[in-house]
């Protein structure tokens, strides 16, 4: 049964959240006449859209992200907030949902009133980027959520996208065996700034500062992202509530001064711009998709570029002629 | 007067600078006809390129860039090579050629028979990131020169233009006071295959000496480029000829690694496919600009999005669905 725009806009409102669901499915959906009512939807809800913090978790498998967004989110909660948990999942366009099975490692936060948990398919169109996470997020601010926390499993291109839609992004590392920065992805150190040393106990305080040390001295050697902000380096265990009252007072220092000097509004309008920017290619992209003949030619095309059997030029403009003289 | 493209691909094969300038200047004109002949040109000499070692040179201005070339290219020259020297300058478009000022610099190279110098012009149609650089490259490895130097000012993102045409990527530093890595741009020591130090004499050895090492520490710290290859840090003085041999031998030693691992074909296609994606995006933006209305509309919709207006991927797909209704 077709629920109404203004049903679903009641529901988000009044924080229904199997109507959120619904409207965050609506936006996920591909079908032509979905992505009409779901264009509605945003429209109408963008006034009561950007009052949260957006906050960007990524970690290799096993750092314990499930762990922490659970204690993190429960620690919001008790201070009053309100918490939406999205995941990005590479995987589940394909399998419909590896990291579902990680919703019962969040089952304490899964029970609570104010908290929204919900898995978010990344599958651009042509490979690309843009994805709905970020509609997502805009359906949760407007049902009042004050922290988005945007999980990440690290595949692809996957950090880069949640770093372009977050206020801050947040690492999470495991102690090492001496080589602390192996297994650490290219270009991961310039987009954080929080790190978070999960798993620490009594046993390991002294392994977990040698990393801490370690990290820190990796931080000197790259351009700061904002630069009035120092990343720092916090200890503790998501699973024994430990450290994390420190990650969540930091958060809160590194919005304030983002507010103070403008950068927090400035960079969401940089990141609008280029989330407009993605989706103008991933929207010509399929465009092109949907013209069988048209993916062959683009196919085609590289594969002659890239065979250097012609200046990659000469093959572009081939392709992007033929791509105009199609109708649509 | 107009050349005909078989006297220019003679003139290129025979090696007549003012023929291999000609062409070049063919390739770089944005005049419809002119590319049309371009395009036939570059068709035809397709087969001759490929054959050169291409070097991408980056180092803030005043680490000696041109002294560098120059030497360099004088020492290629007497080992029996022919050496062509491209200049990047982003703002040789506006001014027509702050760089053409530098040749001055390479005048003992300028005079060598074996030598072809030339600055080259960075205007992506939309502030994008293709320019004619690659064309330019083909027709020198047409005409039969060995080495490719390609240097960048470092504006922009003119290293990642040249990182991604290059088959190897040096990087000039001079000795810095104590904060060695100030200064640097981010991203760039993830790009580097090769670092020299420049302006080394008696004086400064020891302070050489401490940059190398400060340089080393920070490589550690970033995940290797080519897995088989450590980044070397030399030391030396283009103005005295210092140096010079090893920086020679190093790059034949990182080519030779990549070709017995077949990196070097396999880079060198990835770099031809991400070339052919460019220019497809810069030829539909040229299209766009082509039509005035569609480049006002682009921005407004653009406006709207940054602004939160409205939803990013609807802005979007409004101005895909007025673009892809046009005649072209």
């Not at 499993?153 to 291109?157: H, L, N």
């Not at 001496?178 to 290219?186: N, Y």
């Given at each position: 049964m077709k629920i109404s725009t203004e049903e679903l806009i009641k529901g988000i409102q009044s924080g229904n959240k199997r109507l959120i669901a619904k409207a965050i499915t609506l936006v996920e959906s591909k079908k032509a006449e979905h992505r009409i009512q779901a264009e509605e939807l945003l429209k109408k809800i963008m006034p009561f859209t950007g009052n949260s913090i957006r906050v960007g978790i990524t970690g290799v498998p096993g750092a314990g992200k499930s762990t922490f967004i659970e204690s993190f989110g429960r620690l919001a909660i008790s201070n009053g907030k309100k918490v939406a948990v999205l995941a990005i999942d590479p995987s589940s366009a394909i399998?419909?949902?590896?990291i579902l099975g990680d919703k019962t490692r969040m089952e304490e936060l899964a029970k609570e009133e104010n908290a929204f948990i919900r898995p978010s398919p990344s599958s651009g169109?042509?490979?690309?980027?843009?994805?709905t996470t970020f509609e997502t997020m805009l359906i949760c601010e407007a049902a009042g959520y004050d922290y988005i926390l945007i999980e990440t499993?690290?595949?692809?291109?996957s950090e880069v996208l949640v770093a372009d839609i977050t206020d801050v992004f947040l690492f999470l590392k495991i102690i090492g065996g001496?080589?602390?920065?192996?297994?650490?992805?290219?270009g991961i150190m310039e987009m954080v700034d929080l790190i978070f040393i999960n798993k620490v106990d009594s046993e390991n305080i002294q392994k977990a500062k040698n990393t801490r040390l370690e990290l820190k001295r990796a931080l000197d050697f790259i351009p700061p992202k904002e630069k009035d902000w120092k990343v720092s380096v916090l200890l503790g265990s998501a699973l024994n509530n430990e450290g994390l009252d420190e990650v969540y007072a930091k958060i809160d220092e590194f919005i304030n001064l983002k507010k103070k000097t403008n950068r927090f509004e400035e960079v969401r309008t940089q990141q609008a711009e280029k989330r407009f920017e993605y989706w103008v290619q991933e929207y010509i992209l399929a465009m092109m998709k949907r013209n069988e003949s048209l993916e062959e030619a683009y196919l085609q095309h590289k594969k002659n570029a890239s065979a250097m059997v012609s200046n990659p030029s000469t093959e572009a403009k081939l392709f992007v002629e033929n791509f105009l003289n199609k109708k649509f």
């Open positions: 399998n419909k949902g590896s169109f042509l490979g690309g980027v843009a994805n499993v690290g595949v692809g291109q001496g080589d602390e920065l192996q297994g650490i992805k290219r």
